[in-house]
Structures are given as C-alpha cells and as structure tokens.
C-alpha cells in the first residue's frame, strides 16, 4: 500500500485537526438543536395539557402522554449520551494532532512556554441531562395534576373482572 502521506506530513495533520474541530463544533449545534428541541417540546406538551385538562382526565390518556414523554425524555438523553461519546474520542485526535504538531512542547513556538495552554475536559452532558429531567418532571406534574382520582377507580371498576 502506497504511504501517500509522506512528505505530506504536516497538511495530514492540519487535514485531521480541522476535521476533528469542524466535528466538534458541529456536534455542539447537533447538542444544542436536540436539547432546545426536547425543552421545546415539553413546554408545548405542559401547555397543551394545561389548556385541555377535561380531555385528559381519563386514566388511559395521562399514561399515554406519561409514555410519550418518557420515550422523549429517554431518545433525548441516549442521543447526547452518544454525542458525549464521540467528543471523547474527538478531544483525544485532537490532542495527538496537538502534539504530533509540537503545540504541546515548551519554547518550539513561543519562547519558554508551550502554543497550547492545558484544557481540562469539560462536558455539558451533566447540565443536559439535569434539563430533561427537570422537563420531565415538570411534565409529570402536569400530567398527574390534571386527572381525577375518581377517574382511577371509575377506570378500575370498569377493567376488572366481576365475580
């Protein structure tokens, strides 16, 4: 296999830490647009559920909206879990590209101090995920506060059997 990189060395380099930056900047709109999304959507769901209350009453109503927003709440989490994921790996290219290129050597660039400063690792996934269950427990609250408990045992008598 032919080594098209050589002599190539440093435009390989720059190829893949532009990349990896281009990668983790677009993973941070992708982050944003699926946090501001689910907020979004829970703000309309406790909207509406807040405005139709006589509509949701029934038992079986609730639980679906309870459901629905579970799912969210879920696919909202597992996708910036992932997205945590991936700018794991993105940082690590980055700081190999950072030291293959010398950014980490002390006086190669800048007389007695090194082109790159130490960057700690510092994730939002802890603040994203504190958001979606704050949004859904809000939603929850919601929920739980719009049905009747007459409507439970209205419901149960309907459902179980008679002897």
Known sequence: MPNYYVGHEFEALRCQFENQTERLYRMTLIDLRIFTGYITLQLAMGAWIATNQENIA???VSIGLLLTDTALAIIASALLYNNYQRRKE???IVDNCSEALGYEQTGLYLQARPLNVHMEFNPWIGWYLIGIA???IGVLMVILGTFDPAAI???LRHTTPSV
């Open 58 to 60: 029934c038992i079986i």
């Open 90 to 92: 993105v940082k690590k």
């Open 134 to 136: 704050i949004g859904f």
């Open 153 to 155: 045992i209205c419901f």
